[in-house]
């Protein structure tokens, strides 16, 4: 598979560690893995799921209601 | 994949241990006044809760307006150590959701180095899901009047994703056009405008929704310090390694 930019953008210290097409896709996976979380605990529209996550949707000021 | 088994290690770490923190200071903070202004949403009955929509309006209220509202309502935890217990459940799992978020996000940019550097990425995660999106769709209580759901809940997501992408082009760009688009992307969001309700009218006083407010940044500005700076220190123990 082919290489991303080879070094970080901020990698002084840390040089040249390989952005790779695996490593890219396992960000990638954890980033959908987190929408999922969050999507489904603060934005459902599942009325129990409101209400279990109730106060914490408002303690967070997602959209609520 | 042991790269996206770190990560996923670190996040869960992380997340756990804001997400706890996240519980007591709401604890402390914002559920009391959650709770007060229930008080004011039971004497107010449902046309407190009127989304602008008659029908939906007896549907959305609190199970405390009329009767036959439990089987309106659903399955609602009970007060006291289920609600808390449900609390601490959803401030430890979106917990790990936004430090998978935070973390996936540092590490295309090479990854978070240290605990102080990640107090620093959870500044701009902060800005991105607080912040930002607060600015026009500020912290509300039960019993105040809102748009319809979808609608703010699409501009929430629409308004943190402009300002993750500016906040990318602020740090990571140099050219003067990065930094006009990113302004750009701040501001239109608040051109458009988030959905409004048709009135303001609630029986919440001022006073309580001014403190809920403050209360709620600051917890947030505590949750997102603390997930970033935990982010930073555990990352490198694992995330290095690998």
Not at chain 2, 24 to 31: C, F, G, H, S
Not at chain 2, 235 to 241: I, K, L, N, P, S
């Amino acid at each position: 598979m082919s290489m991303l930019p080879t070094k970080f953008a901020g990698g002084a210290n840390d040089a040249a560690i390989a952005l790779t097409t695996a490593r890219v896709i396992s960000i990638f996976a954890a980033a959908l893995l987190g929408i999922f979380i969050v999507g489904g605990v603060g934005f459902s529209h599942i009325e129990a799921v409101h209400n279990a996550a109730h106060d914490y949707r408002h303690s967070m000021s997602f959209p609520c209601h | 994949m042991d790269y996206f088994r770190n990560i996923v290690l670190v996040a869960a770490i992380a997340g756990a241990i804001a997400g706890l923190g996240m519980t007591v200071a709401q604890q402390l903070t914002t559920v009391p006044l959650i709770l007060k202004a229930e008080v004011y949403e039971q004497g107010a009955g449902a046309p407190a809760h009127d989304h602008g929509d008659q029908a939906a309006a007896s549907a959305h209220s609190h199970g405390e307006a009329a009767s036959g509202a439990a089987e309106e309502e659903g399955w609602a935890p009970a007060d006291g150590f289920e609600r808390t217990a449900f609390s601490v459940a959803a401030n430890i799992v979106t917990g790990i959701g936004f430090a998978l978020l935070l973390i996936a996000a540092s590490e295309l940019f090479g990854g978070i180095k240290d605990w102080r550097q990640g107090v620093f990425w959870g500044l701009a995660g902060f800005a991105v899901f607080t912040l930002a999106p607060g600015l026009g769709l500020p912290p509300e209580l039960p019993a105040m009047p809102a748009a319809e759901l979808a609608p703010r809940q699409l501009w929430w997501v629409a308004t943190a994703l402009c300002a993750a992408i500016a906040l990318g082009l602020l740090v990571y760009q140099r050219s003067l056009v990065a930094v006009l688009a990113a302004i750009a992307l701040l501001v239109v969001p608040h051109l458009i405008g988030a959905p409004q309700p048709a009135s303001f009218a609630t029986p919440i006083p001022e006073g309580l929704h001014h403190s809920f407010v403050v209360a709620v940044v600051v917890t947030t500005l505590l949750f997102w310090v603390l997930l970033g700076g935990m982010a930073g220190l555990f990352r490198g123990r694992f995330v290095h390694a690998s």
